[in-house]
């Protein structure tokens, strides 16, 4: 019984930091978010959380979103997950009669047209099944990949088994009917609660002006006042009644500091680990729609349309005059092209915010006249291709790169003739960093073997680079970049899904 009611309590406590977070977005530049719901009415199994936008917002997909409705679940551990037979039974949503799809094709029912302005989030903290079909049905943005679900095939097929389980459990006849039911769910599964959220929504309160949580108290002030404002019946909310509120209850941060004056910005690549931070920055660059977990849809798309993004972006937050803070959840490749598109000519203050293995988050923002001069690095040099014209760098600050990009390089055909390895005297591996002013240290040591080795070897030569690196480095890497000319960067394949080895990705400058 205790354990029944301590699990229903955090259960509880989730909906209201979700419903908190979810409220930031009122605030935050650039949205068009403008009223909030808690416990609203008639949306039936997405009434936990709702969020209302006028004008509505553009979604990842193109169409208007007026609406955002949320269903919260929280679990005290990971005894189910997600997969195809998930949506159709009530049990795993705590239900006793109604499935997930049919608690959405009620809404469906209520008004085709309003449905398809409105998005259905499930925020569960159980995984997805991993050996199920669904695992490859659900793209970055937790939206059904339609390409694949309705591939051409017949009911008799593995998706077609799908589709028709679907679609007899809804009582639907086509599976044009199927797609407009799914086509405005997203499954956002294995969701942080607990400490792993409380991070998130610190970043959110700190990025409007809000009083963070505090580590080291046992309560926060966000969750007995959703009780309160429940109590009261007061469950919707717009921006203008709500900061009323917060002020009352002495919320807001009064104080300036320096850090409540830099701006906030992110790129985005992959969602994993990264699934707030429309919320904890002021601008985002969001660019989920071009990858497919961490693989990228078409390889020209990097060229195409992710270089000409990047470029933009940094134009516009060079242009915002502050000290910025960084949220990089995005490849190497981009991480650095930021980097080379800002510049350190800019004049920009920068702060990286890094992650660490073990999932804490900190803020590396590098002081140069507290840069030490010792050497950091060893360095060798490989021969290749005698034919060849370009040069190659492997750098393995976290992982030793040298024999797997030896190996991409005697098999491919990309024209180098020589490679330069820079490894940490301390050896690779997370360690190997211990602050900004460390990666300072590192960056322009690098920097100047660069800029030698390259005037001798050959000075106009292409500069294909290969980095293991936390981002923080690979972005100020990239800011000192600009006297490296032509430059093609790499992706590995971590997850050996595609071609298990290095892939091009980028090419500077634009």
């Given at each position: 019984m205790a354990d029944s009611v301590l699990a229903i309590q955090k259960g509880f406590e989730f909906q209201a930091k979700y419903f908190w977070y979810k409220a930031c977005s009122l605030y935050r530049p650039g949205s068009t978010a403008v009223e909030i719901t808690y416990e609203a009415d008639g949306i039936p199994g997405f009434d936990d959380i709702t969020l209302a936008f006028d004008p509505p917002r553009l979604s990842a997909y193109g169409y208007p979103v007026s609406r955002e409705c949320y269903q919260v679940k929280f679990h005290?551990?990971?005894?189910?997950?997600?997969?195809?037979?998930?949506?159709?039974?009530?049990?795993?949503?705590?239900?006793t009669s109604e499935s997930l799809l049919q608690k959405l094709h009620k809404n469906f029912k209520l008004s085709p047209e309003d449905y398809s302005k409105t998005n259905y989030y499930i925020i569960n903290t159980w995984g997805i099944d991993r050996s199920d079909l669904l695992n490859g049905l659900i793209d970055n943005q937790g939206a059904i990949i339609f390409k694949r679900l309705f591939d051409g095939t017949t009911d008799k097929s593995k998706m077609g088994r799908v589709?028709?389980?679907w679609r007899d459990h809804l009582g639907l006849s086509v599976d044009n009917e199927l797609k407009a039911v799914l086509r405005q769910l997203r499954i956002r599964a294995n969701a942080s609660s607990g400490e792993m959220f409380d991070e998130p929504l610190s970043y959110a309160l700190a990025a409007i002006n809000l009083k963070p949580l505090s580590d080291d108290r046992r309560t926060n002030p966000y969750t007995s006042l959703i009780v309160r404002l429940h109590e009261e019946k007061t469950n919707k909310l717009d921006k203008h009644n709500l900061h009323t509120i917060l002020q009352?209850?002495?919320?807001?941060?009064?104080t300036t500091t320096s850090e409540n004056l830099?701006?906030?910005?992110?790129?985005?690549?992959?969602?994993?680990?990264?699934?707030?931070?429309?919320?904890?920055?002021?601008?985002?660059?969001?660019?989920?729609?071009?990858?497919?977990?961490?693989?990228?849809?078409?390889?020209?798309?990097?060229?195409n349309e992710v270089l000409p993004a990047m470029f933009t972006f940094a134009e516009e937050v060079i242009g915002l005059g502050k000290p910025l803070t960084i949220h990089l959840d995005t490849h190497t490749s981009t991480a650095f092209a930021l980097g080379y598109f800002i510049g350190n000519k800019s004049g920009a203050d920068i702060g990286i915010i890094q992650k660490s293995p073990k999932g804490g988050r900190s803020l590396w923002r590098p002081d140069e006249a507290k840069v030490n001069t010792g050497d950091q690095w060893l360095f060798s040099e490989d021969m290749m291709?005698?034919?060849g014209?370009?040069?190659?760098?492997?750098?393995?600050?976290?992982?030793?790169?040298?024999?797997?990009?030896?190996?991409?390089?005697?098999?491919?055909?990309?024209?180098?003739?020589?490679?330069?390895?820079?490894?940490?005297k301390s050896g690779s591996g997370f360690n190997a960093i211990t602050d900004a002013n460390h990666i300072l240290e590192y960056i322009l040591q690098l920097n100047n073997k660069i800029r030698s080795w390259k005037t001798v070897s050959s000075p106009t030569a292409k500069l294909h680079l290969f980095?293991?690196?936390?981002?923080?480095?690979?972005?100020?890497?990239?800011?000192?970049?600009?006297?490296?000319?032509?430059?093609?960067?790499?992706?590995?394949?971590?997850?050996?899904?595609?071609?298990?080895t290095y892939v091009p990705s980028l090419n500077l400058p634009l």
């Open positions: 005290v551990d990971h005894s189910r997950a997600f997969d195809v037979t998930a949506l159709t039974d009530p049990s795993f949503i705590g239900a589709r028709k389980s009352q209850e002495d919320l807001w941060v009064t830099s701006r906030s910005i992110g790129v985005r690549t992959f969602r994993k680990g990264a699934e707030n931070l429309e919320a904890e920055t002021d601008h985002l660059l969001c660019l989920l729609r071009h990858f497919e977990s961490r693989h990228i849809l078409d390889d020209s798309l990097w060229q291709d005698s034919n014209t370009d040069l190659a760098i492997a750098v393995s600050l976290s992982n030793d790169v040298s024999e797997a990009t030896m190996q991409y390089l005697s098999i491919q055909p990309t024209g180098v003739y020589k490679i330069l390895h820079a490894k940490p980095i293991s690196a936390p981002n923080a480095f690979t972005f100020f890497l990239g800011e000192h970049a600009s006297g490296y000319g032509r430059i093609v960067l790499y992706e590995y394949d971590f997850e050996g899904l595609r071609s298990g």
